[in-house]
């Protein structure tokens, strides 16, 4: 299997150079060459699968020949042995609807499922191949933390977190701050997460310095996070439909970034009997608007009580332009150099007809969110984080059968909300008790690309 850049301008990479590489030289995301068509029988196969497996068998064709069969089966079956579910991502009912639970790993939220085999993909090259990495990246809350402990105490990797200084909750912040390995450095940034994301794609633009500091990243432009997310999508349809292709199953997806709603789109495009993909905002509802008029605009980036999504800027929103574009790259590149320098985008009527046949959407207000926590406890006792109540309201607002939520964090990592909306706090799993007690390591800097370009020169000049 062969990746190329949305933007047309990098020649074709094998798996393990699109891993390491991240982003495209020429600014773009990779994308597979073609994707894999699976046919109903394998689709009736992989239903009764364990997730381990399955995960195999979903990732084994993007692989290729980089990585041996039983080498990546050894790779998913350490990267879940971490998880405290047996099921890794199991499903859960409550008060009339389902929950894909995503926050078994050890950061508790959805980022482990990913982030996890990513941090192995990544020791398994560097140990075959030689080199080091200094892995870059930017959070709005989870990311962080997850891609942090998918590499800490590695060899040969270095990483460099970037977080909106008092926009990620306090759990969030700590879970970051608090990883003292001396390979792990957190950065938290006066301004917002698009000023921290805007940062990263800055010094990944600046090829001279990234191919002399050996930069990778972990955000999900990664190619390599949104194949390992494809995944529970299958394994939820699985547990669902039995196996019967004729049964589809629709999902309502809390979506900052894009990459997880991606990821559905992705499974759908291989052949996944997907129905329905609702993608739930907050007030920051960019994506909302562009699914109901074809415009995608910058706006003001509101502070919500589900701070992961509170973004403008989708990354992985370019890897869907370029499948809506039927792959064209020069199409994609003049659509992106619009929004620079208008600060939006439009799509015509004809493509808007295909967004809105790819994706329902539905943004929720904070008071939504709060009701919907509430609502949920009080009728099940079952307590969702923020972002889940948000795709819980969507998936309601939608109104469709058989649709489950991704539940994407454990509640307590945001406690501020599920107390003002219930009167009391989620219990903190085993791998958030004692947390705010212990021990953190983090630098302050000014948003902007020069202020980081010299802090990781300063850092890897020590080492």
């Not at 196969?45 to 020949?65: C, H, S």
């Not at 996070?225 to 589809?248: E, K, N």
Request: glycine fraction near 8%; include cysteine; aromatic fraction near 8%.
């Amino acid at each position: 299997m062969k990746y190329l850049s949305t933007r047309g301008g990098v020649e074709p990479v094998g798996f393990a150079e699109a891993v390491m590489m991240g982003l495209g030289t020429d600014g773009g995301l990779l994308v597979p060459e073609r994707l894999p068509r699976l046919a109903p029988e394998t689709l009736r196969a992989w239903a009764g699968l364990r997730f381990q497996d399955l995960a195999v068998e979903v990732i084994a064709p993007f692989v290729g020949d980089a990585i041996p069969r039983a080498d990546l089966a050894d790779l998913v079956e350490r990267s879940y042995a971490s998880f405290s579910h047996p099921e890794v991502t199991p499903l859960h009912e409550a008060a009339g609807q389902r929950y894909l639970e995503l926050f078994h790993g050890p950061t508790a939220a959805f980022k482990d499922v990913a982030l996890q085999l990513l941090g192995n993909l990544f020791e398994y090259l560097l140990a075959r191949d030689g080199g080091e990495l200094n892995i870059l990246g930017a959070t709005s809350g989870d990311t962080g933390s997850a891609a942090i402990y998918g590499v800490r105490g590695k060899a040969r990797i270095n990483i460099f977190i970037l977080h909106p200084k008092g926009r990620v909750s306090p759990v969030q912040e700590r879970q970051m701050t608090t990883v003292l390995d001396a390979n792990v450095h957190n950065v938290a940034v006066r301004g917002t997460f698009d000023d921290a994301q805007r940062i990263v794609k800055a010094l990944f633009n600046d090829l001279d310095f990234k191919a002399s500091h050996h930069l990778g990243a972990v955000n999900s432009i990664n190619w390599a996070r949104i194949l390992a997310q494809t995944v529970y999508y299958f394994y939820a349809w699985g547990r669902l439909s039995g196996g019967d292709p004729s049964r589809s199953v629709d999902f309502a997806v809390p979506t900052g970034n894009f990459g997880d709603v991606f990821a559905g789109f992705l499974a759908r495009r291989m052949g996944l009997p997907v129905g329905r993909l609702i993608i739930a905002t907050n007030r920051n509802d960019i994506l909302t608007r562009f699914v109901a008029t074809g415009s995608y605009a910058k706006g003001e980036v509101y502070h919500t009580l589900s701070p992961a999504m509170d973004i403008q800027i989708a990354s992985n929103f370019e890897r869907y332009l370029y499948y809506l574009l039927d792959e064209n790259a020069a199409a994609v590149r003049t659509l992106l150099a619009e929004m620079d320098q208008t600060g939006r985008m439009q799509v015509d009527g004809e493509r808007l007809k295909q967004v809105q046949a790819d994706f329902g959407a539905h943004a929720v207000s904070d008071p939504e969110t709060l009701a919907q926590i509430r609502a949920t406890y009080q009728a099940s006792g079952y307590i969702l984080c923020p972002h889940t109540a948000v795709g819980a309201r969507a998936a309601a607002a939608a109104g469709t059968p058989d649709t489950v939520v991704l539940a994407t964090a454990h509640p307590a990592k945001f406690n501020e909300a599920v107390r003002e909306a219930i009167g009391r706090e989620a219990p903190p799993p085993p791998s958030l008790q004692g947390l705010m007690d212990r021990p953190a390591r983090s630098v302050d800097l000014d948003a902007e690309p020069d202020a980081v370009r010299a802090l990781i020169r300063a850092t890897l000049a020590a080492h």
